[in-house]
């Protein structure tokens, strides 16, 4: 596995990359281009600018998470063409510049939902939470206010200001998506991308939706191992896998994660490897990483990982606040350091046991 972390530039992202070369076992940096609107092309100047300043800092730059799909794909409306024609030149723009992998989602208007970015839990620290009838209680058309008051002035990924400028119109352009349709238009998206992923060596990865069950009434097609069969049915290349999310997909019971990465390892390009503590039915908030802080086996998942010989990216994710820090919700220094420490720590051991040193 190789070990990264996620960075959201010099411009906006209260950890340095210096700081992030010292944390033991990193190799390289996840990074984004929060200010290209989404659809538009990423041009090559600035791909090449951003990988020159992550390598002069010592790291490699070969995941991006996300290139955004823009909603006339998701919805399947006519403009969706030359979003497409967009995406592909960006993938070759990136492909050349030496990416591998890029995440991203098709979850409709919203990217991930919380509905609180600074939950108090019982050690002084805080972490992201969700609770389902807080969120029902929510008017969607102010989510994105509410959800601006706790990001501690940061952008947040997935929660462009234009977008949420537009709500009402994007939860229209939705009325008629049903999870076919969206699961049709995710087809139609993959076909024509995929053989310009092969051509330039990019694999894409999709993450789940998060949480994984339907908010707002919108359709969503990635919660679960069924619906993982079907996208990677859905263009039979290696070039089209996954971002698998512990913390994402595990909210959800049912989700077994381990068992998710046996079933689909070869296919899992990037793994966002975190815990979360389940509250009650729909209920849960973010952890440390540790097994016994939270409902999921952090061990048996690395195991998983070990098991299917898991060769792809890897990062920590949400961390909580601690120690003071005042960094963009779930993506401090701190917290996530550690998280690498401990699966740094659980990586080593789970291969030392499998292969023992002779005495
Ligand atoms: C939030 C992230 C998501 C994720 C996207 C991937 O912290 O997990 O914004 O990056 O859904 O496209």
Not at 236 to 259: E, K
């Amino acid at each position: 596995m190789k070990m990264t972390f996620r960075w959201f530039g010099s411009q906006d992202d209260s950890v340095t990359l210096s700081q992030i070369r010292q944390i033991p076992g990193v190799s390289g940096v996840v990074a984004m281009m929060a200010d290209i609107p989404v659809g538009e092309v990423w041009p090559k100047e600035r791909i090449a600018a951003l990988r020159k300043e992550v390598n002069g800092a010592g790291l490699e730059l070969e995941v991006i998470e996300s290139v955004n799909i823009h909603d006339d794909i998701k919805t399947g409306a006519p403009g969706r063409d030359r979003y497409i024609e967009n995406y592909k030149t960006t993938i070759r723009n990136l492909g050349a510049y030496g990416i591998k992998v890029i995440c991203y989602n098709f979850m409709p208007v919203f990217d991930w939902t919380r509905s609180d970015l600074a939950l108090p839990l019982s050690d002084g620290s805080t972490a992201l939470a969700y609770e389902q009838s807080k969120v029902d209680q929510i008017d969607p058309q102010r989510i994105a206010e509410t959800i601006a008051q706790g990001s501690q002035g940061y952008s947040l990924p997935g929660w462009e200001p234009e977008r949420m400028a537009r709500l009402k119109e994007l939860f229209a352009s939705y009325r008629e998506v049903s999870e076919d349709k969206l699961a049709a238009n995710l087809k139609y998206f993959l076909e024509r991308i995929i053989p310009v992923c092969e051509e330039s060596g990019v694999k894409m990865a999709i993450h789940p939706d998060d949480p994984p069950w339907g908010i707002f009434g919108l359709p969503r097609i990635v919660r679960h191992a069924q619906d993982l069969d079907r996208l990677l049915g859905l263009v039979d290349s290696p070039y089209n896998g996954i971002t698998l999310c512990s913390g994402c997909m595990g909210a959800s019971p049912d989700n077994d994660i381990p068992a998710i990465i046996r079933r689909f390892g070869k296919r899992i390009h990037f793994a966002h490897v975190r815990n979360i503590k389940i509250t009650g039915p729909g209920n849960f908030h973010e952890s440390s990483h540790l097994s016994c802080d939270g409902s999921l086996d952090l061990f048996a998942i690395m195991k998983a990982y070990y098991d299917v010989g898991f060769e792809g990216y890897i990062r920590p994710d949400h961390g909580r606040m601690i120690w003071g820090e005042s960094a963009r919700p779930g993506y401090g220094l701190y917290d996530r350091a550690l998280g690498i420490a401990y699966l740094n720590g659980l990586w080593e051991a789970i291969g030392k046991m499998a292969k023992p040193a002779a005495l």
